[in-house]
């Protein structure tokens, strides 16, 4: 059994940043593919980052420039950092172990001033 636990949600003015962390718990092995997803209020929930075990990165056309998905394995943690904040990047974000059916509770993410 895996769980992913998410925080570093919270209120944040357009240009601003913040950084969600997601803690792993339960077996490693089947976290190997690690993302995060978002869902908007009456929007599909879509991908937003995505890192592999060795560190290997994948944005969305939206973030790119902008968000920085990273990992600590020794930690059991993975990091978005999420740089020049829009209004558009409201949403609830969601800490995924990707192929599998382990998600987040999520965080909610509002950009707003």
């Known amino acids: 059994q895996v769980q992913l636990v998410e925080s570093g949600g919270g209120l944040v003015q357009p240009g601003g940043s913040l950084r969600l962390s997601c803690v792993v718990s339960?077996?490693?092995?089947?976290?190997?593919?690690m993302g995060w997803y978002r869902q908007a209020p009456g929007k599909q929930r879509d991908l937003v980052a995505s890192?592999?075990?060795?560190?290997?990165?994948n944005y969305a056309d939206s973030v790119k420039g902008r968000f920085t998905i990273s990992r600590d394995n020794a930690k059991n943690t993975v990091y978005l950092q999420m740089d020049s904040l829009k209004p558009e990047d409201t949403a609830i974000y969601y800490c995924?172990?990707?192929?599998?059916?382990?998600w987040g509770q999520g965080t909610q993410v509002t950009v707003s001033s």
């Open positions: 995924v172990a990707i192929g599998t059916a382990y």
């Open positions: 339960g077996s490693i092995r089947s976290t190997y593919f």
């Open positions: 890192i592999t075990h060795y560190g290997s990165t």
